[in-house]
């Protein structure tokens, strides 16, 4: 298995943009999790799925944040407009009920 | 809600050195416990695990970490570490039930390795 693949790598973008994160879970996953990392907040859950289906979505920041499931082997992370505080690594993870959640190499998002 | 404190935000040692990172956790239900390590510039991978049976758990690396309920705490130790144990190392509580639960993070223990 490929792992949970993550696009694009790096992300650079000037405040006011729309940026749309992309994440391939684990293939048979049933959880999927947006997290973000800064220095100053460390790793934060911003929103998960089960079954395609958002369950939790209180860590997402504002209404400038959106995510979407379409499917079982997709989903996405949108920022519109971006602003330079977005900046950070967001990671996608996913899982089986109860057990470790297997991550993505994250995407570096600088917002100039 | 549950949470994770990790009590240590850095933690310095020598090489061949022992080194425990401590982590308490709260939560109202019955909780996994994980250890995941973050090595520069990389996603996070799993180190250890504890669903349940024994209180100790060995993962990978010559880690291994002992779950305490009465004390709520899941500490990290390995009896002799290398330089390339530099990394930052995060404790994380999912709960059971309620459909699986969100894990949620401590805020990580930097463990710098010096020769």
């Known amino acids: 298995d490929a792992g949970v693949i993550q696009s694009p790598r790096h992300e650079v973008t000037e405040m006011g943009q729309e940026v749309t994160l992309r994440c391939k879970p684990i293939s048979g996953h049933d959880y999927l999790f947006w997290y973000r990392q800064t220095m100053m907040r460390g790793l934060e859950l911003l929103i998960y799925f089960n079954n395609n289906v958002p369950i939790d979505d209180s860590g997402m920041p504002e209404d400038r944040f959106s995510a979407k499931m379409p499917n079982a082997s997709f989903s996405t992370l949108k920022i519109q407009p971006s602003e330079p505080r977005d900046s950070a690594v967001y990671f996608c993870?996913?899982?089986?009920?109860?057990?470790?959640?297997?991550f993505g190499n994250g995407t570096r998002l600088t917002v100039t | 809600a549950q949470s994770v404190t990790q009590l240590d935000s850095q933690v310095p040692v020598f090489e061949e050195a022992p080194v425990e990172l401590r982590c308490n956790y709260s939560s109202s239900v019955s909780v996994y416990l994980f250890w995941y390590v973050q090595y520069p510039n990389q996603g996070l991978q799993l180190l250890l695990k504890?669903?349940?049976?024994?209180?100790l758990v060995k993962g990978i690396n010559g880690f291994e970490a002992e779950f305490n309920k009465s004390q709520t705490s899941f500490h990290l130790r390995k009896p002799s570490v290398h330089i390339s144990d530099t990394a930052e190392y995060f404790c994380a509580v999912r709960e059971d039930g309620n459909q699986g639960g969100k894990l949620i993070f401590g805020q990580g223990t930097e463990l710098s390795v010096k020769p």
């Open positions: 504890y669903l349940s049976g024994s209180t």
């Open positions: 993870a996913s899982s089986f009920v109860g057990a470790p959640l297997h």
